[in-house]
T-cell receptor, first 112, second 111 residues
Framework: DTEVTQTPKHLVMGMTNKKSLKCEQH?????MYWYKQKAKKPPELMFV???????INESVPSRFSPECPNSSLLNLHLHALQPEDSALYLC???????????FGNGTRLTVT | QQQVKQSPQSLIVQKGGISIINCAYE??????FPWYQQFPGKGPALLIA?????SEKKEGRFTISFNKSAKQFSLHIMDSQPGDSATYFC??????????FGTGTRLQVFP
């Protein structure tokens, strides 16, 4: 089992809903990441937090809002999503932004 | 310059055979080259990684071969097993810069 835990595993939401994805790691890592992965494609970086501060935003639309409450937790708040936002959302962590990355098993998001 | 090109897109191998996946990069500043294995419904898991100061790294049945002058690296899976059937992503990075993934190879190993 992965040491990065993501909940929920599956999420179906309408375009007007507000939902949140959660990620937790207890490896003492100080960098946490959100990736988006479409079917048969590689993961695409969305956000990077380093020491609980946002250090990279890959020009992600504002309908995705990340939050890092503490060094073990990472949230992704979702609002007014579009059907094309349906994807597997992966959380990852690493020791102080050095590699390797440790991925969770993702949340499969479907926007209807 | 930031691309990592991966081939083939898909690969079918018989059980016991050798699976070979190739990647090429352009940015000579890259200094970390991992391979990730992803099963359906799961996140990518680090399989093996190499730095450019060595030409080969072996872990069990998995070997990375690295050719710095050609800017290419490859994954060899010896004695391929049906349980190896997964999607494999190569990647490259420079220090703490973001990981650049290849496009992925879907490997199917038939008994």
């Amino acid at each position: 089992d992965t040491e990065v835990t993501q909940t929920p595993k599956h999420l179906v939401m309408g375009m007007t809903n507000k939902k949140s994805l959660k990620c937790e790691q207890h490896m003492g890592h100080r960098a946490m990441y959100w990736y988006k992965q479409k079917a048969k494609k590689p993961p695409e970086l969305m956000f990077v937090y380093s020491y609980e501060k946002l250090s990279i935003n890959e020009s992600v639309p504002s309908r995705f809002s990340p939050e890092c409450p503490n060094s073990s937790l990472l949230n992704l708040h979702l609002h007014a999503l579009q059907p094309e936002d349906s994807a597997l959302y992966l959380c990852a962590s690493s020791q102080e932004r050095t590699l390797p990355l440790h991925f969770g098993n993702g949340t499969r998001l479907t926007v209807t | 310059q930031q691309q990592v090109k991966q081939s083939p897109q898909s690969l079918i191998v018989q059980k016991g055979g050798i699976s070979i996946i190739n990647c090429a990069y352009e940015n000579t500043a890259f200094d970390y080259f991992p391979w990730y294995q992803q099963f359906p419904g799961k996140g990518p898991a680090l399989l093996i990684a190499i730095r450019p100061d060595v030409s080969e790294k072996k872990e069990g049945r998995f070997t990375i071969s690295f050719n710095k002058s050609a800017k290419q690296f490859s994954l060899h899976i010896m004695d391929s097993q049906p349980g190896d059937s997964a999607t494999y992503f190569c990647a490259a990075s420079r220090d703490t810069d973001k990981l650049i993934f290849g496009t992925g190879t879907r490997l199917q190993v038939f008994p």
